[in-house]
C-alpha cells in the first residue's frame, strides 16, 4: 500500500470506536465507502473521510475508547496532539470558531480556558514518562455543544502521589484534584489546576464528566455539587467530557 492516506478496516475501527460490521454497513450503503486496492482486494480507508466523519459520531464514545483501551494507535491528524504546540494552535482554533458561531456569546473564553488547564496538565504532568502514544486525543462538536479531551498518561493518582503519598486510591486523587489545594511551592504546584475547572463549569452551568484511572467524577449542570465514584470503564490516564 502505498497512499499513506489509507489505513487498514482494522485500524479504521480503532479510530472510531466502531466495529467491522459496522464498517462494511457503512461502505455498502456509501456512508463511509472503502477503497479496494487492484493488488490485495482488502478494504482500506481514507484518512480524510474518517476525519469528517467523527465529529458526527459519539465524541464520548471515540475518546472512551481511546483512553481505555489496552494498546492504541495514534489518533487522525485533525483530532491529535502530540504536543503542547499543536495543542495550543487547536484550542485556539476551537475559540475563533465559538466567537463565529455566536452560541457562548462573550463567554466563548470560558470553554477554552477549561480546556487548555486539562490539556496543560497532560503535558506537565507526563513529560518524559508517556506510558505509550504521547499526547492528547482532542475533538469538539459545537453542533451539539460538546467537547472531549483524553490522555493515556499515568493519571492523577501517580501524579498526587508525589506529593501526598498517602492517597489510597483513584477516587481519593480526583476528589484531591478538584477540592483541596495543594501547596504552589515547586515542584507540587500539581492538581491545583483542577478547582479552578470545578469552578466555571459549576457557575456555568455546564454538564462535565472526568475520569481518571478507576475514578469518575460528574458535575451537573443543575447542581454544584460534585459525585465521585467507580468508573464503569477504567482510562488509562484522563477523560474529560464538557456539555456547554
Known sequence: MQNKELITINQATQILGVSLDTLRRWDK???????????SGHRYYDRNLLAELM?????????????????AVEPLADFYCPNSSIFQARLSRLETELIKSGIL??????ITSVV??????????????WPDVPGVFFIYNLNNRQLAIADRGQGVLTTLRKVRPDLKDDQDAVKMA????ISGRAPESRGNGLKFVRKIVAENK????????????RINKKSHGIDIAEAKTPVNGCLALVKF
Do not use: C, M
Open 29 to 39: 450503503s456509501g456512508k463511509l465507502p472503502a477503497v479496494r486496492l487492484k493488488s
Open 55 to 71: 465529529p458526527n459520531l459519539d465524541i464520548y464514545k471515540l475518546a472512551l475508547k481511546w483512553a481505555s483501551g489496552d494498546t
Open 105 to 110: 456569546q462573550d463567554r466563548f473564553s470560558l
Open 116 to 129: 487548555g488547564e486539562i490539556g496543560n496538565n497532560a503535558y506537565d504532568h507526563n513529560l518524559g514518562n
Open 178 to 181: 478538584f477540592t483541596e489545594i
Open 206 to 217: 455546564y454538564d462535565f464528566l472526568f475520569k481518571s484511572g478507576q475514578a469518575e467524577l
